[in-house]
């Protein structure tokens, strides 16, 4: 059984950083890829970033240079370093997991969220 947990998110400033953690256990870690999504009420679930595999990072366009995705394969965690952010950036944020080597793009390719976890940024 497939397991994501989510920890990290809260309130921050404009221009402040926060950090997302994705755990995630019930496959054997290198073998599957680790996303990210966001989602505001009322608008569809959006990707932010990704990692292959093999660690291979994926950003959208909105947040590349100021988001990093890093891996502890040690804690089976993958961690969302968000830097600058703005207040566009303020949604709930899901972690997603799925078994193939290079994550996909597309939200319907995922089987397994996280629980969400809520990022606001203020002035």
């Known amino acids: 059984q497939v397991n994501i947990m989510q920890s990290g998110g809260g309130s921050v400033q404009i221009g402040g950083s926060l950090r997302l953690s994705c755990s995630v256990s019930?496959?054997?870690?290198?073998?599957?890829?680790i996303a990210w999504f966001r989602q505001v009420p009322g608008k569809q679930r959006e990707k932010v970033a990704r990692?292959?595999?093999?660690?291979?990072?994926h950003y959208e366009e909105s947040v590349e240079g100021r988001f990093t995705l890093s891996k502890d394969n040690a804690k089976n965690t993958l961690y969302l370093q968000m830097n600058d952010l703005k207040p566009e950036a303020t949604a709930m944020y899901y972690c997603?997991?799925?078994?193939?080597?290079?994550?996909?793009?597309?939200?319907?390719?995922?089987?397994?969220w996280g629980q969400g976890t809520q990022v606001t940024v203020s002035s």
């Open positions: 990692a292959d595999s093999d660690g291979t990072p």
């Open positions: 019930g496959f054997g870690y290198s073998s599957h890829c």
């Open positions: 997603t997991a799925s078994g193939m080597r290079v994550c996909p793009r597309e939200r319907s390719a995922y089987a397994y």
